[in-house]
């Protein structure tokens, strides 16, 4: 897996102060997309030891709230494996951090991956520049939806997701 930066302090990808991983690797390739230098799968550093020893470091702080994946995609096919990986260690190690993640692919396409079930928010979709909204609270067009996805889990029918709507206590 590689990244292009990791953010500290964050508090615009998610609920609270955050810790956002910005991994490369992206095939959706969005029209006015605000990263597109991490569409690559090759951009960027390889993660390492390092760079996960740095998000433990912020996450054990006690006003971070939690870890952001987000991209270039955490799940671009070359990310799914390594990013289930992570999201696993940040849940067994801080239970009471939150994990987010944007991804382009819709909720009704990885609802099943394994890491959903470490992920609390999952933002879906594609960013739509024609449906762009900069009054939109996490997210970038109207297409897009933050979904509460443990909830969501819960249901019968889970391809009616749990909107998020804040403060995921």
């Not at 990791?6 to 609270?16: A, F």
């Not at 390492?48 to 996450?59: R, S, T, V």
């Not at 999201?87 to 939150?98: D, G, H, I, L, N």
């Not at 979709?125 to 819960?154: H, M, P, T």
Request: net charge negative; hydrophobic share 35%; with cysteine.
């Amino acid at each position: 897996m590689r990244y292009h930066n990791i953010t500290h302090d964050d508090m615009l990808n998610g609920d609270g102060l955050r810790v956002v991983l910005w991994l490369a690797g992206c095939n959706h390739c969005c029209k006015g997309c605000q990263n597109p230098i991490t569409w690559d799968p090759q951009g960027g550093l390889l993660f390492d030891e390092a760079a996960k020893q740095e998000i433990f470091d912020q996450l054990s702080k006690s006003y971070i709230s939690g870890l952001t994946f987000s991209g270039g995609d955490p799940l671009f096919p070359g990310n799914r494996v390594d990013v289930r990986k992570l999201a696993e260690e940040v849940k067994r190690s801080f239970p009471e951090k939150t994990i987010w993640m944007y991804t382009g692919y819709d909720w009704d396409d990885v609802l099943h991956y394994p890491v959903m079930q470490h992920v609390d928010v999952l933002v879906d979709g594609e960013f739509k520049q024609e449906q762009f909204d900069g009054n939109l609270l996490w997210k970038g067009s109207a297409n897009q939806r933050v979904i509460d996805v443990q909830k969501s889990l819960k249901l019968t029918d889970p391809l009616q997701p749990v909107l998020y709507c804040g403060d995921y206590a």
